[in-house]
């Protein structure tokens, strides 16, 4: 009577459960499936006590593990076997499968075939990774507290990055190019940084803002961002001609990087939170990547002093940040170790002279507010690539201002330097009315 029972209550469970259930003879010859497997698989009744399990699965490429974990189960007869597998079925539908294998020596042999539909799991899991991070992801699936609120003081390095000129070269592109081309740009650096072992903590319109040394430790953190902030300049500057033959203007980035002990963990309440990264440091990086123009990358002195790595820098400036209280001590890097920039940051520049200087008014640009004031001054050199500008005015500029030219109320530049008696400017934003004014200065040789 107990057997009876037991029987029935077994019959009960595996007709009843989501889990596949297989049992073969020791040969792989079929002797039972439950409703589940008959459903995965596609196998009728019919094939009860006439096919061997891995008979039944198409012979496609990707389900070759599948059928060579059957096979190697068949002809070892060890104890378990475990693996993790694609499955293409008839209909081409792929899925993610956990195979659990048991030999049992009782009764002839057989074996116990039992397998999770872990598909759904894998879809979650890689959506989850793809509105955070992989290492976000990893973090809070796979570690104690994983996905609990609060924070810890921890070292460590922040990369801003920025396009120049982003909104006035996004009012020419429709939405639909305006999307494709940022998509591609984020694709192509969000690969880079995560080579370099950074966690991408969000996307800030146009920036991009990036932790290395968290959630996972990271001794080198300091060294990888700045390592990652010339590949990624590197990678940018190579893919300018991808947005030359779209018909898009070419981006430019700029780089800031500080480090320092900051808050790290989650933020939030329990309906909703994020992996967040707060403090000083942050702020800090924020600012500093303000400075940059295009192609530059700009480091903190508290970065610097972290890395054992040789670096190769341009120049180095010490300046006043608004509210610091004291100077902060910047360096405009070209390279670290055997990673160097290939585009034309810090080089000297060949200037044209233009025949009949060119007038132009501007205003003075503090944050996001632009001044009422107008100032004059006149152009009388451009960069042989027309990126940057010697300007004369009465006006004193320092450097790091960034102006507005009236006469393009979408073009800002930045001062970047002093050359005899003229300021250095370079253009951050080059929209096509301003291109073609540009182009048609009357330079010299």
């Not at 796979?142 to 922040?158: F, H, W, Y």
Request: charged fraction near 20%; aromatic fraction near 10%.
């Amino acid at each position: 009577m107990d057997n009876v029972l037991n029987d029935h209550i077994l019959s009960y469970v595996f007709n009843n459960m989501d889990d596949a259930v297989c049992i073969t003879q020791k040969s792989g010859i079929l002797q039972y499936l439950n409703p589940s497997a008959e459903n995965l698989f596609g196998i009728s009744a019919d094939s009860i006590g006439k096919d061997r399990i891995w008979e039944k699965i198409p012979f496609v490429k990707r389900n070759d593990s599948l059928i060579q974990l059957f096979l190697d189960a068949i002809t070892e007869k060890t104890e378990t076997q475990k693996a993790l597998v694609d499955y293409v079925n008839n209909s081409k539908k792929t899925y993610k499968l956990w195979v659990n294998i048991t030999y049992a020596e009782e009764n002839d042999g057989c074996f116990v075939i039992v397998i999770n539909d872990l598909t759904q799991l894998f879809k979650v899991n890689a959506a989850f990774e793809r509105y955070t991070s992989p290492r976000i992801a990893d973090y809070v699936l796979n570690t104690p507290k994983g996905d609990k609120k609060g924070g810890q003081l921890k070292e460590i390095t922040v990369l801003m990055s920025d396009l120049r000129g982003f909104t006035a070269m996004s009012s020419d592109m429709t939405p639909e190019e305006l999307i494709k081309a940022l998509n591609h740009y984020f694709e192509k650096m969000v690969t880079v940084i995560e080579r370099y072992g950074g966690t991408v903590i969000e996307f800030l319109g146009d920036g991009i803002f990036v932790v290395f040394g968290a959630p996972m430790d990271d001794p080198e953190h300091a060294a990888h961002a700045v390592a990652c902030a010339v590949e990624m300049q590197n990678v940018n500057a190579a893919d300018h001609e991808w947005y030359a033959q779209r018909g898009f203007q070419e981006f430019e980035m700029g780089i800031g990087i500080n480090s320092g002990n900051a808050i790290v963990g989650n933020i939030g309440s329990n309906q909703k939170m994020k992996y967040g990264v707060m403090g000083y440091p942050v702020n800090l990086a924020g600012r500093i990547e303000s400075l940059t123009i295009g192609g530059q990358i700009i480091v903190s002195e508290n970065t610097v002093s972290l890395i054992n790595e040789e670096l190769q820098i341009n120049s180095k400036s010490n300046i006043m940040l608004k509210g610091a209280g004291e100077y902060l001590t910047i360096y405009d890097i070209n390279g670290i170790g055997k990673y160097r920039l290939s585009n034309t940051s810090g080089q000297m520049f060949l200037w044209r002279k233009i025949s009949l200087p060119k007038e132009l008014s501007f205003r003075y640009v503090d944050g996001k507010v632009i001044s009422e004031n107008v100032h004059s001054g006149k152009i009388i050199a451009v960069s042989e690539d027309r990126h940057f500008a010697l300007l004369t005015t009465a006006h004193r500029l320092k450097k790091n201002n960034n102006i507005v030219l009236h006469e393009f109320s979408d073009v800002y530049a930045k001062v970047i330097g002093v050359e005899e008696d003229a300021y250095i400017i370079s253009f951050t934003a080059r929209t096509e009315g301003f291109q073609k004014w540009i182009d048609n200065l009357q330079v010299t040789e």
